[in-house]
């Protein structure tokens, strides 16, 4: 079985900018986790969807950051303006139905 | 709301010792708990879960954890660490109430020197 894949792995951003990431979650696995990661805040929930519907859309990013579940097996996150304090890498995961959350290698955004 | 902290960000343990990382959730019912590790350039993994029963669960590579409801609290364990344990380990929790999202606790950096 493929794990969850992100692409891209590196990004590089301007400022203002809009940036879309990409996951595929695990085959058959029906719940899709997006999270940050910086060293400062650790891992924090952006969006969660379980059965393609949202259940969690990240409270204080909501105002920039859009996560969609366009099938079972692909979401986008969209950030819209991107702004230098969102460099960090960004994790998505998904869940399979034992509860077990299998983690991406994630994308690192750098925004310039 | 659901919450896990984890009160020592950073451990430095002599390889062959004993280790404990400390995790408190904050929650009125049982959730499921959880230990994932990152090891350096890599992804997340999972150790360990608890979801009922034997409040000892076992894990991968010797790694175990407690589940205290009095304590609030699912402290990891390892009887004798190496030094490929060098890694940051992060305690999560989910629960019904919180439509079963996963909260990550902010994570333990663990040195294991020589």
């Known amino acids: 079985d493929a794990g969850v894949t992100q692409t891209p792995r590196h990004e590089v951003a301007e400022k203002g900018q809009t940036i879309i990431l990409k996951c595929e979650p695990v085959?058959?696995?029906?719940?899709l986790f997006w999270y940050r990661q910086t060293k400062i805040q650790g891992l924090e929930l952006l969006s969660y969807?379980?059965?393609?519907?949202?259940?969690?859309d990240g409270g204080a990013f909501k105002d920039r950051f859009k996560a969609e579940m366009l099938n079972s097996s692909f979401s986008t996150l969209k950030i819209q303006p991107t702004e230098p304090k969102d460099s960090a890498v960004y994790l998505c995961?998904?869940?399979?139905?034992?509860?077990?959350?299998?983690f991406g290698k994630g994308t690192r955004l750098t925004v310039v | 709301a659901q919450s896990v902290t984890q009160p020592d960000a950073r451990v430095t343990v002599s390889e062959g010792a004993s280790l404990q990382l400390r995790c408190k959730y904050s929650?009125?019912?049982?959730?499921?708990l959880f230990w994932y590790v990152q090891y350096p350039r890599q992804g997340l993994q999972m150790l360990l879960k608890?979801?009922?029963?034997?409040?000892v669960v076992q894990g991968v590579n010797g790694f175990e954890a407690e589940f205290s409801k009095s304590d609030s609290s699912f402290h990891l364990r390892k009887a004798s660490v190496h030094w490929s344990d060098s890694a940051v380990y992060f305690c999560?929790?989910?629960?019904?109430?919180?439509?079963?999202?996963?909260?990550f606790g902010s994570g333990t950096r663990l040195l294991v020197s020589p």
């Open positions: 995961a998904s869940r399979s139905d034992r509860g077990e959350v299998f």
């Open positions: 085959s058959g696995h029906n719940d």
């Open positions: 969807f379980r059965s393609k519907s949202l259940m969690e």
């Open positions: 929650y009125s019912a049982t959730p499921y």
């Open positions: 608890y979801y009922s029963g034997d409040p």
């Open positions: 999560a929790v989910s629960a019904e109430t919180g439509g079963y999202k996963v909260v």
